[in-house]
């Protein structure tokens, strides 16, 4: 039996002497652990070898990571901000463009998500005030608020979520085509939905990381069942 394909994205960052490119395990372990096949995409801004990844694949993650360049949306950066490397946002913003256009679902974690709303021609709050709730791989709920993924992957309003992240998306200024689908209790922006057939979702939270498999799982699980039915 072929499993469902799905292609991750990855850093591409020093470590020790070396720039490398790079990925957490529990990424692959989630994609693993829930029967999935992952191929994993190097920070390569060529069409033509990004193209041959995603023609293999039936889904696509885009992960979290550090810091988009503000200049993207057009703002100087805040002095606290860790920025991605180029070639990682290069080689990101082309992947996102190449799935789009062949219709694959994406699902952006984090980072990836906070990349969406960029994409889509909104901004984000450079370093957000309530930290203490968001930081540290903190847990908290979040309240689902309609729309069409969520819904169908979760079939609650309410769940608990993890966070590690000091960005969010600026609610005065939300990508052309995008809908807000969840909030945390003081408001931050949790997850968005682009209006599309394809999925095109991205959560702050962190999945991959969640020991709770109720909430851990069920995103994975539906992502494949998309990956699959791409596939056909």
């Known amino acids: 039996m072929k499993l469902p394909v799905i292609g991750i994205s990855m850093n591409y960052m020093k470590l020790g002497k070396h720039h490398q490119n790079h990925i957490r395990g529990k990424y692959v372990d989630a994609l693993y652990s829930n029967g999935a096949l992952p191929i994993l995409i190097p920070c390569l801004a060529d069409r033509s070898y990004?193209?041959?990844?995603?023609?293999?694949?039936?889904a696509l993650i885009i992960i979290g990571g550090n810091d988009y360049p503000p200049h993207l949306y057009g703002q100087e950066p805040h002095p606290a901000i860790?920025?991605?490397?180029s070639r990682r946002v290069d080689a990101d913003y082309l992947l996102l463009t190449?799935?789009?256009?062949?219709?694959?679902?994406?699902?952006?974690?984090?980072?990836g998500m906070q990349l969406m709303n960029i994409y889509?021609?909104?901004?984000?709050i450079q370093y957000i005030d309530n930290r203490d709730v968001h930081e540290g791989e903190t847990y908290h709920p979040i309240h689902i608020l309609g729309e069409r993924w969520l819904p169908e992957i979760f079939n609650k309003e309410t769940i608990t979520v993890n966070s590690?992240?000091?960005?969010a998306i600026d609610p005065l200024h939300i990508g052309k085509g995008l809908q807000v689908v969840a909030k945390s209790e003081?408001?931050?922006?949790e997850a968005i939905e682009y209006e599309s057939e394809q999925m095109v979702l991205g959560i702050q939270w962190h999945p991959e990381r969640i020991l709770d498999p109720y909430v851990s799982r069920p995103?994975?699980?539906?992502?494949?069942?998309?990956?699959?039915?791409?596939r056909c």
């Open 50 to 58: 990004l193209e041959q990844y995603l023609d293999m694949a039936g």
């Open 82 to 85: 860790e920025l991605a490397h």
């Open 98 to 111: 190449i799935a789009l256009e062949k219709k694959i679902p994406v699902l952006g974690i984090c980072a």
């Open 120 to 124: 889509f021609g909104g901004k984000l």
């Open 164 to 167: 590690n992240h000091h960005q």
């Open 186 to 189: 003081d408001g931050t922006i």
């Open 219 to 230: 995103i994975f699980q539906y992502l494949m069942q998309l990956a699959e039915g791409a």
